[in-house]
């Protein structure tokens, strides 16, 4: 039994043994990741739906707490008793009603009718005709004079407008028809009864303009204007005058952001003109200027300080001398506010090329005689500085000095007589016009040096009043002639209107220096002698009352003081002078 039993065991042993196998290094099974990628291509079962409002739910310890107020009177003692409020309206007065026409007729002390109206009527919705006439007429008002003084003023203008839809265009003409007399014979001359039955004093001048302009909303061109203009009188005198002009706006953004807009003007102008003789000989006198001109502007700001850079250049043709020359000037400006809105100093530099004609020249002095010589002035340089701004909002000023040099300056000069008082010929034995016995002015020219100081200031700090002034003061240095004739050194003016419901009320007080004129010896150009013109004021009022909004009354009153003075050499003006009418607005008749 024994024997068995250890048989066995053996047995057990040896097939443990025969089931064990040595492991190889190589034979050993590592564990690894295998990432398999792919494409996701979703489906329609994949996708859920969010809910719009989702509930939110809290648990006790995020939940808001109630809160329980509770007031503990406690009692005051008071004499404050509430009252309940209005708002406080402010007086704007009443709003006056605006119409499209008017009319106003009047009538003055020395024969003087006049007649005044506005009339305007739509066409369309983007379309308006108006019209505009005035008329004023004297008989007879400067005292002891020898000639009529007569005179009146006729003007009448038609203007068409129109709105397109880029831009809008204007078209128009304007009439002017205006008689005067040379009534200013020398003192020192004793002319008989027959000599002045013979004086035909009467001038009458005629001006014809067609004009037009259109205003472009967004384009480069920002305005383009011309006109076209007939000027003539009642001794063959003829002006023909042709202007054009164009405004450009260049934007510079497109280079930098920062730049501002440039500004060109461009200008054509033909002016043309004719006298039958001259003053000296019965040789005619002829004129013609033909100028274009570029005036490019930039306007732009650092930080305070407010620049403007620009310049003018013109190209000038005198057609009957065959002679032409460029102009060249600045046009400058700096201006910093050294005390914001209450001192702004500016300084700076301009110049212009001033085509003169025989129609600006009579529109100042009326008594010019037909036979000019029209030139162009070159105003080489002007440099300024001065100071403006405000006090509050009632107080303004500005305070300008200058200093120009000008090229060909004119001056009124009186022509001589060529009558002794005896005779109605000249020397040549024809018979003489109305402007040849030293009753007629001339143009002289001379080149100046000016120094101007020009001030004024406006007041409008009490209600429903305006006041203000202004003064110049020039000092003239001239090269040829020995004084600045006709020219006063000093003049001012003091001005303001009051207006309350119904009534309103004006005053204007001028002031102009003394002047110097020539007085001849004899019926020829030398020898002569300086006069003195004394300084004057006029003082002037007006006022008025209205009756309802389209119904009132006027009242002017000029030269109050009743005042002799001399405007111009021998020529006195009217003495006191009223005039009394009506106006009725409406807004239409049809």
């Known amino acids: 039994m024994k024997k068995h039993v250890w048989l066995l065991v053996m047995f057990t042993i040896t097939i443990v043994n025969a089931q064990e196998k040595t492991t190889k290094a190589n034979d050993t099974i590592k564990t690894e990741v295998v990432k398999v990628v792919t494409s996701y291509v979703p489906k329609i079962t994949d996708a859920f739906k969010i809910k719009q409002k989702p509930v939110i739910t809290h ?8 809160l329980d107020y509770q007031i503990f009177s406690v009692p005051v003692a008071s004499t404050f008793i509430p ?31 006049f007649v005044e109206g506005y009339f305007r009527r739509s066409m369309s919705h983007d379309s308006e005709l108006g019209a505009y006439a005035r008329f004023i007429m004297s008989l007879d008002p400067v005292q002891n004079t020898r000639l009529s003084s007569t005179y009146y003023n006729l003007d009448l203008d038609i203007t068409h407008q129109q709105i397109e839809r880029y831009f809008t265009w204007e078209a128009g003409l304007n009439l002017e028809r205006n008689k005067y007399n040379w009534y200013g014979l020398p003192s020192n001359i004793n002319f008989t009864d027959r000599v002045i039955d013979a004086i035909e004093e009467d001038q009458t001048y005629g001006y014809y303009n067609l004009f037009g ?52 003007h461009t200008s054509l102008n033909y002016i043309g003109g004719k006298f039958d003789k001259s003053y000296e000989d019965q040789n005619k006198v002829n004129y013609s200027f033909f100028t274009a001109g570029l005036h490019p502007t930039y306007k732009f700001d650092i930080k305070d300080l407010a620049v403007k850079l620009g310049g003018k250049v013109y190209f000038s043709l005198d057609i009957e001398n065959n002679a032409n020359q460029f102009f060249v000037y600045p046009d400058i400006e700096l201006s910093y506010p ?68 000008i090229e060909d300056q004119p001056f009124f000069n009186l022509n001589y007589s060529k009558s002794d008082g005896n005779r109605t010929t000249g020397s040549n034995a024809f018979i003489l016009f109305g402007y040849e016995y030293g009753n007629s002015f001339r143009v002289i020219y001379d080149d100046i040096k000016r120094v101007s100081i020009f001030g004024e200031v406006a007041f409008e700090g009490i209600k429903d009043l305006t006041v203000g002034a202004n003064i ?54 030398t020898p002569y002698t300086p006069i003195d013109l004394k300084s004057y004021i006029d003082i002037n009022f007006n006022g008025g009352y209205q009756f309802h909004d389209d119904f009132s009354v006027f ?19 009217q003495g006191f002078q009223a005039m009394a009418g009506l106006t009725w607005k409406f807004d239409t008749l049809f």
């Not at 006109?227 to 002009?245: K, T």
């Open 59 to 66: 648990t006790k310890e995020t939940e808001k707490k109630k």
């Open 83 to 113: 009252k309940s409020g209005t708002l406080k309206k402010i007086n704007l007065g009443k709003r006056e009603r605006l119409y499209a026409n008017y009319l106003s007729a009047g009538f003055g002390n020395t024969v003087t009718p």
């Open 213 to 264: 302009s259109i205003d472009f909303d967004e384009s480069y061109i920002d305005k383009a204007n011309g006109s076209l203009s007939f000027f003539s009188d009642s001794f063959s005198s003829a002006e023909f005058s042709i202007n054009l002009g164009t405004d450009f706006k260049f934007p510079l953004d497109q280079i930098n952001r920062n730049l501002n807009d440039l500004s060109l």
């Open 338 to 405: 050294i005390v914001k809105d209450f001192a702004n100093v500016y300084v700076g530099a301009t110049g212009e090329l001033h085509n003169n004609s025989f129609k600006n020249f009579s529109d100042d002095n009326p008594f010019v005689s037909p036979t000019l010589n029209v030139l162009q002035t070159n105003e080489k340089y002007n440099a300024f500085a001065g100071v403006r701004g405000k006090m509050g909002q009632q107080f303004s000023y500005n305070l300008k000095g200058s200093y120009a040099n």
């Open 472 to 525: 110049e003061v020039n000092q003239f240095t001239l090269t040829n002639s020995e004084y600045a004739w006709n020219t006063p050194k000093i003049k001012g003016e003091i001005f303001g209107t009051y207006k309350v419901e119904k009534w309103y009320a004006g005053a204007n007080f001028f002031f102009t220096g003394a002047r110097k004129g020539v007085q001849y010896d004899g019926p020829a150009a």
């Open 555 to 573: 009242l002017n009153l000029k030269n109050v003081l009743n005042n002799s003075y001399q405007r111009y050499t021998n020529f006195g003006v």
